[in-house]
Structure formats: structure tokens, C-alpha cells
């Protein structure tokens, strides 16, 4: 499977439509659907990183366990205000950051997708997305370095991910790692090289 492994903001949905466009109907973004363990059955919608999360606490194979997709476009669960609506809290979970391990033993040649973009534009763009940062100071606190939430705590959270992700395929070269620069211009190509969809493919999303 090809895992984006960068932060949410940071390109996901233009991952996610580039794929589409280039005909890959199996991919996931934010959301798996999931068999419902209700007394109704069928398939429902559930948060990625939350299913992963219970997963991995339940020592199942993550990847298999919340739909086996072959594009996984964005895997960490968010806290946002519908989630709070739906479970009553706030839960924040990055399987890309938590669950590395458990990811790479179940598919140790996963081709992994990092985004990145300036962190001051990431930042910028954390503050347009709705009560983000709040939600982030609030239940993510200990992993962006404290409740504060101040742009330093987000940059050294923000860059210092890039760096983990980078430092696990070093430890796992089994792993190939597309690193996408958000916003250079070069996108589509270094895509196209690296999974033969043409370039045109590329556009952004979400600012």
C-alpha cells in the first residue's frame, strides 16, 4: 500500500485526488469504512487513526483491520468538533507517528508518502481550519510539546515529525519514502515518477 505519513494540512487532500484521478478507486482520507461491531452489522463510517489505535491496543494488524486500502491518504485522527459531538471527547491519535512500528510489521514494504510544506504556512493554515489549534493545544498537548499551543510548540511538533518519519525509514529501508514539497511547483512530476500517474493529477485542495 502507498501510506501518507505527513501531517494533516500539509497536502493530504490533493494526495488523495491525484490517486483518484489516476484511477485508484481504494483509498481512504480521515475516514475508513469499517464492519460495524453493532447488533445492526453492515459497514460504517469511523475515524482512521481511531480504528488503528483500537487495533493496535487489541494486537491486530492495523492496515487489515480498518479496510486494507491501497492508498491511505490521511491516517491520524483529529480532534475537531463532530468528534466531540459523536463521543464526547476530544481523542488525538497519529498512527504515523505512534503506530509506526506496528504499520511496518504488517506491511514492511509500504511506500510511504511525506508531505511537507514552509511551517509557517502550515501553521497559517492550522489557524484557518476552523478551532484546529485549539482542539490540537487541548488534546494533543503532551505530543505538540504542551497546552500552550504557541507557534514555537507547533513548528518544533511540525518539523521534528518530518524527522521521525525520516529517521524510521533509515532504521527500515524496506520502506521506499516519496518526500512531496508542497507548493514548489514540482509536485505532480516527483509523483509521477514514483507511481507512473501522469502529473496533471496534481492539484491543491485545501489551503
Not at 501510506?3 to 489516476?22: D, H, N, W, Y
Not at 463510517?45 to 489505535?53: A, D, T, V
Not at 507547533?154 to 518519519?165: A, D, I, K, M, T
Not at 529517521?167 to 529501508?173: E, I, L
Request: aromatic letters at 8%; hydrophobic letters at 35%.
Amino acid at each position: 500500500p502507498v501510506i501518507v505519513v505527513g501531517l494533516a494540512k500539509s497536502g493530504t487532500s490533493s494526495v488523495e485526488k491525484f490517486f483518484r484521478c489516476g484511477g485508484v478507486s481504494s483509498i481512504s482520507h480521515y475516514y475508513c469504512d469499517v464492519t460495524s461491531t453493532s447488533n445492526s452489522g453492515g459497514i460504517k463510517q469511523h475515524y482512521c487513526g481511531l480504528c488503528m489505535k483500537a487495533a493496535v491496543e487489541a494486537g491486530c494488524a492495523p492496515l487489515a483491520s480498518c479496510g486494507g486500502y491501497d492508498v491511505w491518504a490521511q491516517i491520524e485522527a483529529l480532534p475537531n468538533k463532530k468528534m466531540v459531538q459523536v463521543m464526547g471527547k476530544a481523542i488525538c491519535y497519529f498512527p504515523q507517528r505512534e503506530a509506526l512500528e506496528a504499520i511496518h510489521a504488517e506491511s514492511p514494504n509500504a511506500t510511504f508518502v511525506l508531505p511537507i510544506r514552509p511551517t509557517d504556512d502550515w501553521i497559517s493554515s492550522v489557524d484557518r481550519w476552523g478551532n484546529l489549534r485549539s482542539f490540537l493545544r487541548e488534546a494533543c498537548g503532551d505530543l505538540i510539546g504542551g497546552r500552550r499551543g504557541s507557534n514555537a510548540d507547533l513548528r518544533r511538533f511540525y518539523e521534528g515529525h518530518s524527522e521521525l518519519v525520516r529517521n524510521f525509514v533509515k532504521r527500515h529501508p524496506s520502506h521506499a519514502l516519496v518526500q512531496l514539497d508542497v507548493g514548489n511547483g514540482n509536485e505532480g512530476s516527483v509523483l509521477e515518477e514514483a507511481f507512473g500517474i501522469d502529473s496533471h493529477c496534481w492539484g491543491r485542495a485545501n489551503e
